[in-house]
């Protein structure tokens, strides 16, 4: 009798060893399978308009779309305004990217392209706002959907300097020549010194799978009180190549544009003019397909 009580309990605390096993078992397998998710990122939706000044269907375009902006927010939607074709606003940039997209297709404004060539929108789906407006917001939403392969990062950083770094040359070579000049010579120098802006980030592969034939570029925007001229490009920065990014892989970036973003002017009083809002937009490019993977809007 003994025996077999014995025999009970060393099955008993068999199946409490096996059970208790089994469960570390699979907390560590769904602690790991956890680890090993993912990160998901949510997609900003670039949309660029491609205007022309002369076009009289535009108005109905930037309207629709620059409401929509207001209402998603740059955290969801960015919008950019491209001019075309010698309208004052254009630039070699804006008209180069159009032919990039376009090729030997179609040419017309107004013309919309969602995240690249992902969507396109050739002018107006009717002749009512209300039709116009419901069909851009359909393909914003419908962008937004999709989740992110990419974390992108990226800020600002203001940098004091003169314009191609002359004045501070000159000081140098003619030292003797800028201390008879005096403070009059000073103030001017102070004048003419620009904020220009150095733009850093980076590309994180957030998926699982690698990623390739992908560039980072820029565009610097401004902002016009005229209709038509909301978050106008003034510049476009070249396309930075990106290696094969493997997940889990970053790549750092960094822009400097040639454009000196503000001016400042002690001329009167010696304060300065008040700055204008100049936004910078930072996305992640496919070259070969021209799919704009992620987007970034720094103020």
């Known amino acids: 009798m003994r025996i077999k009580e014995n025999i009970f309990i060393l099955v008993f605390l068999f199946i409490i060893i096996f059970l208790s096993a089994s469960d570390v078992f699979t907390f560590e397998v769904f602690a790991q399978n956890t680890d090993s998710i993912p ?15 002369g076009c009289l269907t535009c108005p109905t375009a930037e309207f629709c779309l620059e409401d929509l902006a207001y209402e998603y927010g740059t955290t969801q939607f960015i919008l950019v305004q491209e001019h075309l074709w010698g309208d004052g606003y254009d630039t070699p940039e804006t008209n180069a990217r159009y032919d990039w997209y376009v090729g030997d297709s ?36 419908e962008a937004l959907t999709r989740l ?13 300097e003169f314009p191609q770094g002359e ?31 150095i733009i850093e980030g980076t590309v994180k592969n957030i998926s699982d799978i690698p990623l390739e034939d992908l560039a980072v570029c820029g565009m610097l925007g401004k902002e016009g009180d005229e209709p038509g001229l ?9 396309f930075q190549n990106m290696p094969l990014l493997l997940p889990g892989e970053t790549f750092s970036f ?25 936004p910078l937009i ?3 490019q496919n070259t070969e397909t021209k799919e704009i993977l992620q987007a970034l809007y720094i103020e």
């Open 148 to 160: 992110s392969l990419l974390e992108l990062t990226g800020e600002r950083e203001e940098v004091e």
């Open 254 to 278: 960094k822009f400097v544009p040639e454009i000196s973003l503000i001016q400042e002017d002690e001329a009167e009083g010696g304060k300065d003019e008040e700055k204008e809002t100049q």
């Open 106 to 141: 179609k040419k017309g404004t107004p013309d919309v392209f969602i995240n690249g060539l992902t969507k396109r929108l050739q002018g107006l789906s009717c002749d009512c706002v209300e039709g116009n407006y419901e069909c851009y917001e359909d393909a914003i939403d």
């Open 230 to 238: 909301y978050n106008y490009i003034q510049d476009i920065f070249p």
């Open 167 to 197: 004045r501070e040359k000159e000081r140098e070579d003619n030292q003797e020549v800028e201390e008879t000049k005096g403070e009059d010579k000073e103030e001017g120098l102070a004048e003419e010194k620009v904020l220009n802006i």
């Open 282 to 284: 930072i996305f992640v």
């Open 39 to 53: 990160k998901t990122v949510p997609r900003t939706v670039l949309v660029e308009l491609f205007v022309q000044g």
